[in-house]
Structure formats: C-alpha cells, structure tokens
C-alpha cells in the first residue's frame, strides 16, 4: 500500500550514522591527482613564444614584459577557468597544472602565478 | 513564600524561561535530526540561540503598505498567547499552577491565537505573497483546528473533566487509560503538525511557491520572535499532548519521598514524554512531500476528523462498559 | 472571484535563474500563463564571432552549467565537419562517455529539485550526494567538475587509463543501487505521487504542436530520442531503449527520467566494456575554410542544435545555439494552464528548465526591453528583407 512517509523505516537509521558531508576546513577530501588546479611556471623553459596568452580564453594569461627584457606569461587567477588550454598549447611544457586548488586570496591582483 | 514560588513557577521554571530554553532546544532537535536523516551534518547546538541573537540585531523593516500596529503586535501576541497557554499545562505535579474546571479548553483557544497572528501578520504586510499565505492560513485553519480539538476531546471525555489537571490526576489512577485513546494520541499529534505548518502541510509558508508566505516581510526583530513563537509553540503543544494522552509527569515510582524528588523526577518525565512527541514530530516531517490546499482540507476530512469522531464512540463505549 | 494576477519572478525562491512567469489565477487555479525571457543573455553567440576556434572551446562550454559537454560536442562536430575531420574511435567513445555521465548528473540534479520544489528535501538531499559520485568521476577523468574543457577539435584531451575505467564500471554498481533506491522512494511515497500525478497535462497533440522536445516529450508519449533517431558519436554501436510514458503529467517526467538512469548506467558500462585502443586526437588546423554545419544531439533536457557559418578566418563568422529549454518553453504555457498556485513550482521545473542556457535574444531600443511579438509572416518577410539588403542569395 501507498503511505505516506513509507520510506521512513529506511532512512531513519541515517540519523545514528556518520554525515556524507564533511566539515570542510577540519575535514579535507583528497582531490584526484589530474586535478586541474593552479598552475606551476617553470620560466627555464619558456621561450617567449606567446602561444599561451594567444590561445587563453578568459584573458588571464599575459604576455608581461620581464627584467631581462623577454616577455613571459603572468597568470591572473581571478581570471582563469582552469582549462589548462596554455599547457597544452605550450610548445615547451613550460606550465604545469598541479592540484592545488585553495586560492582564496583578501584582495584582487594578489592570485597571481608569476615566474 | 507562597508568592515568591508562584513568582519563579512563572518566569524560570516551568515558566517562560524554561519554556523558551526548551523551545530553543526542540528547534536544534528538529534541524538536527532532520540534517541527519538526509546525511547532512546539521547546526551545533547553540546554533537557534545564535540565530535568534543575530536576527534581534539585524534591521528591522516595516513595509510602506504595512499596517505597522498590526505588524508589530502580531509576532508579540502570538508569543504571549503560548506563554499564557502553557500555564495551565502541568508540568512538575498533578496540578498546573492555575487550574480551574475548563482549562483545557482554555489552552486550547490560547493556542489557537498564533494561528490568527500569523494570519493578521500576513495579510497586513502588504505583500502579495503574505496575502495569499494568510489567505492559505485562514483556509487552513478549520482542517487542523477541528481534528484536534475532536482528539482532546476525548481524554476529556475519558477522564469525565475539562480540566488539563483533573486529566492528568485521572491518568494518574487509570495510567491504562491511554491504551483507550491511543487513536486519538496519533490524530492529534498530525494535527499539531498541521498547526505548527511544518512538512507535509508547511502548506502556507511554502518557501519554493510563495516565497515564505505571511513571513515574506518579516525581518529582524519581529521575525525572531516570530520564529521563536513559533518554536515555543510547538514546545507547548507537545506538552500539552504530554500531559493530556501520556500524563505528563506521571511516572512508575510517582510516590517518591522527600516531595522535591518526586517534583524532579516527575518534571523528568514531563520532558521525557515531551520529546517523544517531538519526536514524532520531527520524524513524521523526514520522509514526506508538501500535500497542496485542497489535499489537507481532504485529508482532514475525510480522515483525521471521522477517526476522532470514531474515537470518542470507542471512549463513550467504554465508559458505558464500565471498563475504566 | 476577482482575477489575480501574480508574478513569478525574475526573483522568485521556486525559480533558480530569473525569468519572469505572470501567473493569471483564478481563486487558486492558473488561468493563463505569460512567459517572458531574456532576463539571463549573456550575448555569447556574438562573443564567439570576435575568438579564435580553440578559445571558443571554453566559451561554447558556458552556456550551461549542467549540460556543457553536449554543448561542446556540437561545436567540435560543426567544426571538425567543415574541417573534414574525423576524430578517431577511442575519442569518440570517450566523447560518448562524457554525454552519458552528464546526463546522469543531470538527471540525478533534476530528481532532485524537482523534490525541493514539492519540498521533499530529503529526496534533493540523497540525489546530490549521488551526483556528488558521478561528478567525482568526471573530475577524475578531467580535472575539472562542471565545465569539463574535455573536448577539443579533432577528439579529446585526456585519455582514460584503465585504473580510471574500472572505478567508472565500479561507481556504476553504487549509482544503480541508488537509482533503485529513489525509484522505491519516488513511486511510493503518497505525498509525492499526490503532487505528481495529473498535475501539468501536456497532451501529446499538444507536445508536437508546441514543438517539445526530450523528456518532456517522451513523457507525453511521443517517441524520439536524437540518440536513435540520428545517431551521432558511437550510439549506433550502443544498445540502448527510449523509455516513454503515456501518462503526460510531471510524474511521467518523473519516470521517464528515472528510467533513463538505469539506461544511461548500462551505456556507460558498454563504453566502458568497448573501448577501443588508439589515438585521442588527431591534429586539426587554426584555421578553418568557408563552410556551414548543423548539428543536432540529445542534451539531457532534449535536442540541443547548433549552427556553424565559417568565413575561412580562425574565427568564426556565426554562431548559432537552440537549446531544449527554448524549445519547451511554448510547452510550459499550456502545461500551468489548469494547475493550482501550489504546482506552479514543480510544473516548471519538470521540464528541467535552463533559463541561462535558453536566453539567446534581447531586442534594446532607446536603452529598454523592447516587447515586440513578431507574428509568422512579419518574421518570414523581415527574414528575407534581411538578407536581400546585404545581398545574400536564398
């Protein structure tokens, strides 16, 4: 017969078992490894090709005049999608996504991946 | 010092303090088992006193279109027509601190105020969504208000008083007699939920289809204590039907001696029964879809009122029988 | 009693995204409904003509946060066609896995809200924390939760290793455990079948009249599903049914959906069984040459059709994206019809509506919201007005 409240012997046995969600900054998940988080530069490889800056499609990618007067790539993370088309269009594999992906920052321009 | 009894009696326990602290309480109850049926982790403890400590300190807005006096009073009244309610509730002994022949009916009318507040709330805050809410609150009304009072009616009529005292001091003596009228035990307990609007028949404060219905322009003050009258109301109309179907601090070894003890363990006993029909309640609301209008008024009488008018025949009967 | 009218929002808690629903009600009883959108364009369509190709990967994946991979499974067919690509067997198969296993989250994110709607949160509780496995595969699979960036011209952009396919065959068994879980729940439950059935009659005359699509169709009885009808990615090498009810109401979209679950599991376990050994990609060019494509593919919420102009630059010349949701918009109108108040919520929400997704168009004029219905013929003859001026052929 159709009661009301008919799965209710099922579920009511949850109440003495352990929470699916976690208590996030105490409790952590690990995240799978390919995880697409910010991204790591290695300026040794760059060689200033620009391919990044051209195929990124938020515009977080940028070509920045350096020191030793080449241009190489800053990334703003306010900006990015983490699709990680820059790392596959580096011809050098000069950028690496790591899995790091707490990126909370207090002010703007501060979440920025420079060399 | 009789007064100076009477005094705390009123305001600590089991008065308003101790009326609000268990309010608060139930509501920690209620979301806690609730988040933990759905696997969630749920509020900590303190998290209702916490909410109603911030939401005393937020900004208090009256809508333009809003009667304000009606506004106002409407959160205030429906909390001191609980308060007043649970006076008549016996709580510690056999007798509540006032007691007279009818007070039942009495606690009953008292409870009934909430209702109208909410409704008066609603529908002069000028909100469309408030309107319609307090419109689906006064529709509402006579499909849980009936079967309730019919359940009441029925200890009344078992124990042959109107008075919540003279129940209990029956139930007392006869503590089978709650076998008798565990039909109507149950009728009232679903009735309360539709008093309390809580799921199934959260019917007029339907978040996803009116918004919050007469609660829509409520905001800081008025609605903490909106919520909180609402907490104490479930709070007392547990206890009410605590005392009326289970006893209330009727317990296996009621002749305790010195007298303090028994006051202790009987008061034990009142919240004992008290939580095991909030917790009825909370369960009943875990496993369950919003029915609509016309549903509730079908449900109601089609079922709940019948059974209670079939309960008070089973009561009459055994009355006649001579059993009890 | 006097006619009320109500809006449902642009801001309104039943509604997620905003668009407007003024409601004519009779005492509790919707008499009309008065659908305006447009609340949520994002103007992507004419972003995409001013980004190269491979930028637009990111963007076309944007237009929905549930169902973007079928999204970007359209772009790259249109793109790979005029190119005259052909993406190699593994990445199809892989392409495939993606659609169902978003499917599946979607399905399980919609089973879900359309509890809350009716206020059975412990139903959208259970579901999201299933979905919550499903998605946790693809960001294994991908990196990313939502919007996958998976696909790419010319296949795809990760492989999936053989530890990654067994924990997809393994999570499988654990979601269709749950799947039967929530089909005992959803058929049992008296509260929820009180809400569901009969409410929000879409007739199957009406259904093809209005033009519906997916399940909000199938639930009407009407059978057609892209995926059979014509086939794309690896579904003709799939075994798969088209489950349909007759019951045309929001519990049949309820039961079309569920048992879609269980087809979906059994695709992704014959993905998973298949497939081939090979390549990902194959290299396309920047550039693609002047030439059009259309392609059409079975989105959760139904046929979801985009069209590609190319002009020979790496930029696209137009862009243009139906969604289902725009198509079951016509559909949601007649279904409030008839309905209380109360169901408002649950019957616009059971044609798992995607209001962000849908908004492609809004006409300014003199800086407001010009509201100009457009009848059949006017449309016709502005059509072909337009094109003559700029001197384009028929």
Known sequence: MRMPGKMLPKIVGFVFKKPATVLYPKERLTPPKDLRGKMKFHKDRCISCGACARDCPSGACTMQPKSDGKKRPEFDLDFCTFCAQCAESCPKDAIEMTAEFELAHYRRGEAVVKE | MNWLLSIIYLVVFPGILFVLGFAFFAEWLDRKVYARVQRRVGPPFLQPLADFIKLSSKEDVVPEKADNAIFTAAPIISLAAILAAFLYVPVVTATALHVFEGDLIVALYLLTIPTLALFLGGWFSGNLFGQSGAMRVASLLFSYEVPFFLALLAPALMAGTWSMSGIVVYLYGNPLAFVVTIGAFFIAVISLQGKLERLPFDIPDAETEIVGGPMSEYSGRRLALFRLARDAEMVVGAGLIAAVFLGGPWCPFISLDPGYIAWAVGAAFFILKTLIVLGLLILMKSAVARIRVDQMVNVAYKYLIPLALAQMLVVVLVKYMGWF | ?394
């Open chain 3, 1 to 394: 009693m006097a006619r009320v009218r109500i809006p449902i929002g642009p801001q309104h808690p039943a509604l997620k995204e905003p668009e407007n629903f003024t409601i004519t009600l009779d005492g509790e009883r919707v008499v009309g409904a008065d659908i305006r959108i447009g609340y949520t364009h994002r103007g992507i369509e004419k972003l995409m003509e001013s980004r190269s190709y491979i930028q637009n990967l990111y963007l076309v994946e944007r237009i929905c946060g549930i169902c973007s991979y079928t999204h970007v499974y359209n772009y790259t067919h249109n793109v790979e066609e005029v190119l005259g690509l052909k993406a190699p067997p593994r990445a199809e198969y892989i392409r495939t896995l993606f659609l169902e296993l978003e499917r599946l989250h979607s399905h399980l994110l919609w089973v879900g809200v359309a509890g809350h709607e009716i206020g059975f949160d412990t139903l959208f509780m259970y579901t999201w924390q299933d979905r919550e496995l499903v998605q946790d595969l693809l960001e294994m699979i991908s990196g990313n939760r939502v919007n996958y960036a998976m696909n790419t011209v010319g296949g795809v952009r990760r492989d999936v290793s053989e530890e990654q396919r067994q924990k997809v065959l393994k999570a499988m068994d654990v979601v269709e455990k749950r799947c039967k879980f929530y089909q005992e729940m959803a058929t049992n439950e008296k509260t929820l079948l009180s809400r569901a059935v009969g409410v929000g009659i879409l007739k199957p005359s009406d259904a093809i009249r209005l033009c519906a699509v997916g399940p909000t169709a199938r639930a009407s009885g009407i059978d057609m599903d892209i995926r059979r009808d014509d086939p794309y990615a690896v579904y003709p090498e799939l075994k798969f049914n088209v489950p349909t009810t007759d019951t045309c109401d929001v519990m049949g979209r309820v039961v079309v959906r569920v048992l879609e679950l269980y087809e979906i599991i059994g695709m992704i376990r014959q993905l998973m069984q298949k497939l081939p050994a090979g390549d990902i990609k194959v290299k396309a060019p920047r550039r693609v040459p002047e030439g059009e494509a259309i392609s059409h593919t079975e989105a959760p919420r139904g046929e979801d059709i985009h069209y590609l102009h190319a002009d020979g630059t790496d930029k696209p010349e137009r862009y243009k994206v139906r969604t289902p949701t725009m198509a079951n918009m016509p559909s949601v109108a007649k279904m409030l019809e008839g309905v209380y108040l109360a169901d408002v919520p649950i019957t616009l929400a059971a044609i798992d509506p995607c209001m962000g997704c849908m908004d492609r168009v809004l006409v300014l004029k003199d800086g407001k919201e010009e509201r100009n219905v457009l009848e059949w013929d006017r449309l016709r003859k502005y059509g072909i007005r337009w094109y003559a001026e700029r001197g384009w052929k028929q």
